[in-house]
Nanobody
Framework: QVQLVESGGELVQAGGSLRLSCIASGRSSSIYAMGWFRQGPGKGREFVAATSWSGSIGSIANSVKGRFTISIDDAKNTVYLQMNSLKPEDTAVYYC?????????????????????WGQGTQVTVSS
């Protein structure tokens, strides 16, 4: 069974930076892609960024493009979300997710039902 554990969320001032981490333990050959989603207060779950495990393809939401970057350290089984120039509207619980090979083929990165495993989430709060 795959487990995903996020960390790195905290309170930060607007304009600041954070790096979220997600460690995948018990990684199986069924995981080919990793993604980040977020859910703000009173909002639905929103796609943020995703990448294939190889890092060769992926996607990033327009709302964070140019500010956020997703990357993978294969040796550490860890996916990162580097967040720069944070805004109060980035306040949310951030979730890490893992998807199968079919997700890489379909490139339906923003579809949360395409992901098979989810972490428990980490809170990011951006103060103005």
């Amino acid at each position: 069974q795959v487990q995903l554990v996020e960390s790195g969320g905290e309170l930060v001032q607007a304009g600041g930076s954070l790096r979220l981490s997600c460690i995948a333990s018990g990684r199986s050959s069924s995981i080919y892609a990793m993604g980040w989603f977020r859910q703000g207060p009173g909002k639905g779950r929103e796609f943020v960024a995703a990448t294939s495990w190889s890092g060769s393809i992926g996607s990033i939401a327009n709302s964070v493009k140019g500010r956020f970057t997703i990357s993978i350290d294969d040796a550490k089984n860890t996916v990162y979300l580097q967040m720069n120039s944070l805004k109060p509207e980035d306040t949310a619980v951030y979730y890490c997710a893992a998807g199968p090979q079919s997700l890489v083929y379909s490139s339906r990165w923003s579809r949360f039902d395409e992901y098979r495993y989810w972490g428990q989430g980490t809170q990011v709060t951006v103060s103005s």
